[in-house]
Structure formats: structure tokens, C-alpha cells
């Protein structure tokens, strides 16, 4: 996947860099990076937001480019001063310590997940951020979006030079342009993901920059889109246990119409998480806990 090393900014407006007279106005720059995941498109998009270095997940020229650029001394580039992860997965985090090493950057990780992070990226994290907190001394802000993982943040700033009302969040797993993103138990928290969507939605950014794929333009649109996928999964979930489905892999069968070859494993973690949250909720059987405890959902 070598040609992926060359694939950079894209889509995820290059040319709106921050000018010296607007100084909520940052740079954004995206850069594609192969990464070893079940994602369809198999890269992660890294992103430079004003100086802060979101999702390295891995190593590749084109990053380091990107890197060296904004250590290059150009006033509208800071120069990467902070390092930080939407969440702590291996697609996300896997060259964070490398670019630590190579930037002296500060490594950030999110308050009570600081273990957790440094787990999974080989470095403990110098600080720590909770939403609504500004990550060292760059313009972005943190902003709570748990669901696809406990450990969830976005990184929010203003883009655009012409209008500083402009919005952007780095949005990692939260969001996709097409298809969805996984939440699945045992870390998925449906309750928390639709929440999460619903709150960016209403939050009225711009445009969303996710961890794979390409750049959202209509955040509302496509909140709404990854809702109404959810509940109706939901809706076919509690059709399947009301139609007699006894154990969480007769509710795969009955919830997915599609051929589940290769990824029955999420599949069913999926099932798993829409039940938790159904149980959650008293809608269905207490017993349904004994039954994900059966198959290792706690
Ligand atoms: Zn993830």
C-alpha cells in the first residue's frame, strides 16, 4: 500500500491557513495513512489542526512531511507542539510514540484513560485534557463523544481564514461520509454513541473530518443518517426477540438479512450492545443478562 504514502491534504482544505490578523483561524491538513484494520478502505486519516498531531496511526513519509512543514519555521504553520488520539485504538495511535520521539511533542491523552491510552500507544501521556479543555497552547478544543469507544473525543476548531465562524471537528470514529462505524460491546455504548451524534449535530459544525474516509460536509445530514441506521438496527433487534429469539446468535439471524460470513464475531458484538442498552432501558427480559454473560458480555 506504498501509493498511500503519497496521498495527502485531499479534500480537508488546504489552502484555508490561518493568516496572522485572524487568530482563532487554523490550518488543517489530512494525510491518509495505511493502517492494518477491518476498515473497507484500510487507512486512517491523521490529521495536523493548528498544532496539534490527531490519530498518527502509523508512520509513513507523507506524515513526516507534514510534520516537518509545520516545524518549518512558516508563521500560518505552528509547528506540532501536541500529540493526541481520538481513542485508543491500534488504528489510531499506532505511531504516536514514534512521532513524540521525533517531535518532542507533548503527548495527550484523555483525564481517567491516561492507562488505557498509554497501552495502547507504547507512551505514557505527558498531560491529560477533559472536554471543553483547549489542548496546550493550540486553538482546538476537546469535546466529549463517547460510544464507539469509552475513551472517545473530538477535536474541535475554527478553519477558515474568510470566516471565523467556520467550524471543523476532527470526529475519529464517530462518524463516516458512507456506511457506519462499528459499536460493539463489549466497549460500545449505544446509549452514549447516539447521544454523542446527536450532540455534534446540534452543535452545528461545518464540516466533520472523520478517522477514515472522506471529509463530511453535511455533519446534520449524516448525524441523522448514523441515528436512523442505529435504531433501525434496534427495531429489527427487538423484532427478532419478540418473534421468540431465545439466544443473542438467534437474534444475529434474525436481525441481519445479509450474509455474515467473516464478520459474525461483529455482528454479534453489535447485537450485544443494542441488547445492553435494551436491558438498560427495561425493554426487554432481565434474563437477556444472563444471556450475554453466556457469550462473554458482561
Ligand atoms: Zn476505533
Known amino acids: 500500500m506504498s501509493e498511500d504514502d503519497a496521498a495527502s491534504n485531499g479534500d480537508a482544505t488546504p489552502g484555508d491557513r490561518g493568516d496572522a490578523d485572524r487568530g482563532t483561524a487554523v490550518a488543517v491538513t489530512r494525510i491518509e495513512v495505511p493502517v492494518d484494520t477491518r476498515a473497507p478502505d484500510g487507512t486512517t486519516n491523521a490529521y495536523v489542526l493548528d498544532g496539534l498531531l490527531v490519530d498518527p496511526a502509523a508512520r509513513t513519509d507523507a506524515l513526516d512531511a507534514a510534520v516537518a512543514e509545520h516545524g518549518s519555521g512558516d508563521a500560518a504553520l505552528p509547528s506540532v507542539e501536541a500529540i493526541a488520539a481520538t481513542h485508543a485504538h491500534p488504528d489510531h495511535v499506532g505511531a504516536v510514540a514514534d512521532y513524540?520521539?521525533?517531535?518532542?511533542?507533548?503527548?495527550?491523552?484523555?483525564?481517567?484513560?491516561?492507562?488505557?491510552?498509554?497501552?495502547?500507544?507504547?507512551?505514557?501521556?505527558?498531560?491529560?485534557?477533559?472536554?471543553?479543555?483547549?489542548?496546550?497552547?493550540?486553538?482546538?478544543?476537546?469535546?466529549?463523544?463517547?460510544?464507539?469507544?469509552?475513551?472517545?473525543?473530538?477535536?474541535?476548531?475554527?478553519?477558515?481564514?474568510?470566516?471565523?465562524?467556520?467550524?471543523?471537528?476532527?470526529?475519529?470514529?464517530?462518524?463516516?461520509?458512507?456506511?457506519?462505524?462499528?459499536?460493539?460491546?463489549?466497549?460500545?455504548?449505544?446509549?452514549?454513541?447516539?447521544?454523542?451524534?446527536?450532540?455534534?449535530?446540534?452543535?452545528?459544525?461545518?464540516?466533520?473530518?472523520?478517522?477514515?474516509?472522506?471529509?463530511?460536509?453535511?455533519?446534520?445530514?449524516?448525524?441523522?443518517?448514523?441515528?436512523?441506521?442505529?435504531?433501525?438496527?434496534?427495531?429489527?433487534?427487538?423484532?427478532?426477540?419478540?418473534?421468540?429469539?431465545?439466544?443473542?446468535?438467534?437474534?444475529?439471524?434474525?436481525?441481519?438479512?445479509?450474509?455474515l460470513a467473516g464478520v459474525r464475531d461483529l455482528a454479534l458484538a453489535t447485537v450485544a450492545a443494542h441488547v445492553e442498552k435494551l436491558v438498560a432501558e427495561g425493554r426487554v427480559d432481565e434474563a437477556w443478562r444472563a444471556r450475554l454473560a453466556d457469550r462473554g458480555f458482561e
Open 100 to 259: 513524540a520521539a521525533m517531535t518532542n511533542a507533548t503527548v495527550v491523552a484523555r483525564e481517567g484513560h491516561a492507562e488505557r491510552f498509554a497501552e495502547a500507544a507504547g507512551v505514557e501521556p505527558d498531560e491529560t485534557v477533559a472536554p471543553g479543555d483547549t489542548v496546550g497552547h493550540t486553538a482546538v478544543r476537546v469535546v466529549d463523544t463517547p460510544g464507539h469507544a469509552p475513551d472517545h473525543v473530538a477535536f474541535a476548531a475554527q478553519n477558515s481564514a474568510t470566516d471565523p465562524t467556520r467550524s471543523v471537528l476532527c470526529c475519529g470514529d464517530l462518524a463516516v461520509a458512507g456506511g457506519s462505524v462499528a459499536v460493539a460491546a463489549p466497549e460500545g455504548d449505544l446509549s452514549a454513541y447516539l447521544a454523542s451524534l446527536e450532540r455534534v449535530r446540534d452543535a452545528g459544525y461545518d464540516r466533520l473530518l472523520p478517522g477514515h474516509g472522506p471529509a463530511i460536509d453535511d455533519p446534520a445530514t449524516t448525524c441523522d443518517r448514523l441515528i436512523e441506521h442505529r435504531l433501525a438496527r434496534e427495531r429489527d433487534v427487538v423484532a427478532a426477540i419478540d418473534g421468540g429469539a431465545a439466544d443473542l446468535d438467534a437474534v444475529v439471524d434474525g436481525a441481519y438479512e445479509k450474509d
